[in-house]
């Protein structure tokens, strides 16, 4: 029988709302609307704690983190140091998912939409939208890089769009069928002109 027993408790009372957590491992890494908190478990102590405003969804791929959250863009986050190293994208994106080799950020409606809930109604026709990163090229940062290049030029980073094959988000489980998809592929030993696909959900 398989069952969950709790190991420990970590509070931050300063912190303001959890709103996500990720775990590769021995650290766990919170997102709240304030800041990101790396915790590690195993004498339960806070090694970092960054004021990175309110986090939607995050992934922790130490030592870096990525989040989306308010603004129009995610964000790429050395945890040792606390700093931003790279924005991505140029949309709103309402939740991340990753296999561990590539990031799929699902894009959010920002008027329909309230982090994850959207209420649908019979003639709803918005397909939900998903791009891909690598996480390689999230990762590789030169000296004196501008960080928020990609915002304005989103290509300068490797990317792929998808959108989905029904009206609605379905943003946990889009997320998935790429990150599966994916992981079957021999990664980019495919052709990079099919650029758009479409999964059913």
């Known amino acids: 029988t398989e069952y969950m027993e709790a ?3 970590l509070s931050d009372l300063t912190s303001g709302v959890l709103t996500h957590l990720d775990c590769d491992g021995s650290p766990v890494l919170a997102g709240t609307s304030r800041y990101l908190i790396l915790w590690r478990v195993e004498d339960q102590q806070c090694i970092r704690k960054i004021h990175s405003g309110f986090i939607n969804s995050l992934i922790l791929h130490f030592p870096y ?3 989306v959250g308010a ?3 995610g964000g790429v986050w050395n945890l040792l140091t606390g700093e931003m190293i790279r924005s991505f994208g140029d949309r709103y994106y309402s939740h991340l998912g990753c296999n561990g ?3 799929s950020a699902m894009e959010s409606e920002r008027n329909l939409m309230l982090r994850d809930v959207v209420y649908l109604n019979n003639t709803y026709t918005h397909r939900g939208h998903v791009t891909v990163f690598d996480i390689q ?3 590789d940062i030169t000296p004196d ?3 928020f290049a990609a915002n304005s030029n989103p290509d ?3 990317n792929k769009n998808f959108s989905l094959s029904k009206p609605g988000f379905a943003a946990q489980l889009s997320t998935e069928v790429v990150s599966l998809w994916f992981r079957r592929m021999q990664f980019r ?3 990079l002109e099919d650029s758009y696909l479409i999964f059913s959900v």
Request: aromatic content about 16%.
């Open 189 to 191: 030993q495919w052709s």
């Open 7 to 9: 190991v420990c408790r």
């Open 101 to 103: 080799r590539f990031l």
């Open 65 to 67: 983190g990525f989040t």
């Open 145 to 147: 890089e501008d960080i």
């Open 156 to 158: 300068l980073l490797w």
């Open 137 to 139: 090229d999230l990762c």
């Open 71 to 73: 603004g129009p863009s």
